[in-house]
């Protein structure tokens, strides 16, 4: 299972997003930072954070090492647009749309190992749900 982020309606041309997407596809996710780091385009800074976003996802909801990371799939998706209409001479209105993106980048990496329960975790965990049982057991004397 790997780990997602998505950015929808990025308000930047899809096609202008897709150009620095390709740069950092298929990447690790520390040597894609860098790039876009380096990328003189303004959607670098958007991609960069759904890629951070979806470093942090896969950390610390789903267990993954940060440092195995890679980019499995980045893709980029027309969002909404909105249409509008420029003033021209003779009256006239000329009509453009203001493009919007959407933005998917999936991590996956190498699992993190589950860590055994201590002795000491195992009590603190019984004496809460004893705590809670004789709690509910109260409630339903008054009851």
Known sequence: MSAQAIAKGVRQSPRKVAVVASLVRGRTVSDALTILDHTPRRSALVVKKVIKSAQSNADYNHGYKPAT?????????????MKRFRPASR?????????????????????????????????????????????????????
């Open 69 to 81: 990371l890679r980019i499995v799939e980045i893709t980029v998706t027309p969002g909404p647009r």
């Open 91 to 143: 009256g006239m209105a000329l009509p453009y749309q203001k493009r919007s993106s959407h933005i998917k980048v999936v991590v996956d990496g190498e699992l993190r190992p589950i860590k055994p329960k201590t002795e000491a975790k195992k009590a603190i965990e019984a004496k809460t749900n004893s705590k809670n049982t004789t709690a509910k057991a109260i409630k339903k004397e008054k009851a």
